[in-house]
């Protein structure tokens, strides 16, 4: 399966995963300008906001009390902002698309 | 664990200076990522590698920090996130984690780190020679939080002394709560004129956070702001002195440093890597594990090396190169895991702005030709002194 991620400068990824890793480790694992992850995926430090294509909002389950906490002190946060830490592949979202806002910080 | 025989038995990695722990940590990665090691005279583990250490941050039931903590800093401090595990750590940082979130850190930098950076650097202005760690990067964190806590201008060295006692409870318990009473009645006068009339500063912020439906009591509040001085002021600018130190005597890295903000983001976490302000974390084991060739048992001692794991070359290549053009994905300066580092955002805005403000307005300031810059410390880690001639040559 790929994901795709848009990044800060505009330029695509195309990333082959597998399901059931974490959309965030896709990122950094292919240098995807942007995304840094900096807690390694604990909800801790709100440096891996990503926007979902809407196209494929429907198809993730709602994010948790916690995540929606740390997307609220996020720069510029949109309806379809997510922590991509907590975006985790399965099949059905083969394709999906990413964009990564201007600036974490 | 005092069947093993520490590593480098004449260094105390507690008590001794050790100006060259870097060279140190290369002895003893030699014998593995985790060894044992001498603290405050006694055996402890010390994790060196970024695997092995990252596996650790992440490892709560072998590593919770609440344990430790609850020890070393708990009389003094009080019951803060450090010290909490669970649902109740989560609970308690959720409470807090807005006030330090990216959003709401970039608001601070116009409103209060720029103007203390400017207020310091006026401080300077027509001197020849300045100490840099008393003149700039000391008071600077510190200021910032003094300032979002409201403290006036006149009362903040009596302050910085209180701070600074806190955390000396393992060594000095009567001076440590001693501090203690100083600084919650002092504090608590805040708390209760913020309480009758609140504005919308940083400590009414934090009196009108609600956990299970309950505004915050005193305590937790007080012990919150004293975990803040320890966790967001002696680690910041221990790390900008540090960050001077490389900026200075580099002429390429100066000007880059002048040029923007992204250059200067890079910068700063190149110094988080570089000379880590934590260079070794005390731990507590909270459970047997076999961690690299290392048979910890629940109650050892642990040291997280943190300066050691940003030196590991099987991730950071050429580790004692300062190169900000590096990939520093793998920084563990600020921890992994649920207990991330707080404030890591507002650490980075401090550097960042330090960066931007001091060769603003002090375009040519340069080390003083001839003095010695001296890394020190195995657990909080900065140059000892850093002259500097704010006006170059003249």
């Known amino acids: ?105 | 664990m005092d069947a093993i025989a520490p590593m480098l038995p004449d260094v105390d990695f507690a008590y001794d200076e050790v100006p060259n722990l870097h060279e140190l940590i290369e002895q003893l990665r030699v014998f593995g990522p985790v060894v044992p090691v001498k603290y405050l005279g006694a055996p402890v583990w010390a994790i060196l590698d970024h695997k092995e250490l990252n596996q650790a941050f992440n490892d709560l039931e072998h590593f919770d920090p609440g344990d430790g903590y609850k020890l070393i800093s708990a009389p003094s401090m009080g019951l803060t996130i450090q010290t909490m595990s669970g649902q109740e750590h989560l609970n308690n940082r959720g409470a807090v984690s807005a006030l330090f979130l990216p959003l709401k850190v970039r608001s601070y930098v116009e409103a209060l780190i720029e103007p203390i950076a400017h207020e310091l650097m006026d401080r300077i202005a027509g001197q020849r020679e300045v100490e840099f760690v008393q003149g700039f990067s000391r008071p600077f964190p510190f200021t910032v939080i003094t300032r979002l806590l409201g403290i006036p201008v006149a009362d903040e060295s009596m302050f910085l002394e209180w701070a600074v006692k806190l955390i000396d409870f393992p060594w000095d318990p009567e001076g440590a709560l001693k501090a203690k009473a100083g600084f919650d009645s002092y504090m608590q006068a805040i708390i209760d004129s913020r309480r009758r009339q609140p504005t919308d500063d940083f400590v009414s912020r934090l009196i009108s956070v609600e956990l299970d439906g309950k505004k915050l009591e005193d305590e937790p509040i007080l012990a919150f702001f004293r975990m803040l001085f320890p966790a967001g002021s002696d680690t910041t600018y221990k790390n900008a002195g540090s960050l001077f130190a490389c900026v200075l005597s580099d002429p390429e890295i100066r000007v880059q440093a002048m040029r923007g903000d992204k250059e200067r983001a890079a910068i700063a976490t190149e110094g988080l890597r570089w000379q880590a302000p934590t260079a070794m974390l005390p731990r507590m084991a909270t459970g047997d594990i076999k961690l690299g060739d290392a048979h910890i048992k629940k109650g050892d001692w642990v040291l997280f090396g943190i300066t050691a794991a940003n030196s590991d070359p099987k991730v950071f290549p050429n580790p004692r190169k300062f190169d900000p053009s590096r990939d520093n994905r793998e920084l563990i300066s600020f921890g992994r895991g649920v207990h991330f580092c707080l404030g890591m955002h507002l650490a980075r805005r401090e550097l960042e702005t330090a960066l931007k403000v001091v060769f603003e307005r002090y375009p040519d300031i340069r080390l003083k030709p001839g003095s010695k810059v001296e890394f020190v410390g195995g657990v909080l880690r900065g140059p000892r002194e850093l002259w500097v001639q704010p006006y170059g040559k003249a």
């Open chain 1, 1 to 105: 399966m790929q994901v795709i991620f848009i990044d800060d400068q505009g330029t695509q990824h195309f990333v082959n995963a597998e399901p059931g890793d974490n959309a965030m480790r896709c990122a950094t694992d292919h240098l995807v300008s942007g995304i840094v992850g900096e807690c390694g995926g604990a909800m801790a430090c709100a440096t891996c906001h990503g926007y979902v294509d809407e196209a494929w909002l429907d198809k993730l389950p709602q994010p948790s009390a916690q995540e929606r906490e740390m997307l609220s002190g996020c720069i510029d946060m949109r309806p379809n902002s997510r922590l991509t830490c907590q975006i985790r592949l399965t099949e059905s979202l083969d394709g999906l698309i990413i964009r990564v806002p201007d600036s974490q910080t």
